[in-house]
T-cell receptor, first 112, second 116 residues
Framework: RKEVEQDPGPFNVPEGATVAFNCTYS??????FFWYRQDCRKEPKLLMS???SGNEDGRFTAQLNRASQYISLLIRDSKLSDSATYLC?????????????FGQGTTLQVKP | SAVISQKPSRDICQRGTSLTIQCQVD?????MFWYRQQPGQSLTLIAT?????????ESGFVIDKFPISRPNLTFSTLTVSNMSPEDSSIYLC?????????????FGSGTRLTVV
């Protein structure tokens, strides 16, 4: 079983749609959680950190459920520019050691 | 956020040769991380580089194949040695980034390596 699992998609949605990505992780000692965005042939870029209380940044909302070891990302009012691969990332074990474990990514394609 | 300059951005190399990738950070950082992203795959950690000590390698990666240098707090190199076509990947460095009160990890722009 992979340490971080995501539905690879692709998710094909029209502009303006709301789309949700889910992620599960296997290591209950994981401490930090992130969503990264990766465009084709580019490096991953931090979209948002994920906190236990949930957090929102504009059209993006992230949720963390430690009991279920589940992370989600909600994108509202999708834009064409949201088309990318979204990577669920957790730190390995306890502490912020920088050992990031990446999910395989979920591909989003927003169509006009 | 931290700014990382990584080079080369891409290279095509003959099998059996070695390539050294460099990452320069615009601020001092304790740890630098090296990742590999194979075609169609997500990122996998190769090793963690601390200044003044030997790098710590993840399972499946060894120092003879991927020697790392960390001469100071702003710079690191990763060498891919005795390359084979299976080493064709994107290699990325990363640092912890706490600029602006946030927390995350910033990546270099990556080195796209093709071994022929």
């Amino acid at each position: 079983r992979k340490e971080v699992e995501q539905d690879p998609g692709p998710f094909n949605v029209p502009e303006g749609a709301t789309v949700a990505f889910n992620c599960t992780y296997s290591n209950s000692a994981s401490q930090s959680f992130f969503w990264y965005r990766q465009d084709c042939r580019k490096e991953p870029k931090l979209l948002m950190s994920v906190y236990s209380s949930g957090n929102e940044d504009g059209r993006f909302t992230a949720q963390l459920n430690r009991a279920s070891q589940y992370i989600s990302l909600l994108i509202r009012d999708s834009k064409l520019s949201d088309s990318a691969t979204y990577l669920c990332v957790v730190t390995h074990g306890s502490g912020n050691t920088g050992k990031l474990i990446f999910g395989q990514g979920t591909t989003l394609q927003v169509k006009p | 956020s931290a700014v990382i300059s990584q080079k080369p951005s891409r290279d095509i190399c003959q099998r059996g040769t070695s390539l050294t990738i460099q990452c320069q950070v615009d601020s001092q950082v304790t740890m630098m991380f090296w990742y590999r992203q194979q075609p169609g795959q997500s990122l996998t950690l190769i090793a963690t580089a601390n200044q003044g000590s030997e790098a710590t390698y993840e399972s499946g990666f060894v120092i003879d194949k991927f020697p790392i240098s960390r001469p100071n707090l702003t710079f690191s190199t990763l060498t891919v040695s005795n390359m084979s076509p299976e080493d064709s990947s994107i290699y990325l460095c990363s640092v912890e980034d706490r600029a602006g009160g946030g927390y995350g990890y910033t990546f270099g722009s990556g080195t796209r390596l093709t071994v022929v």
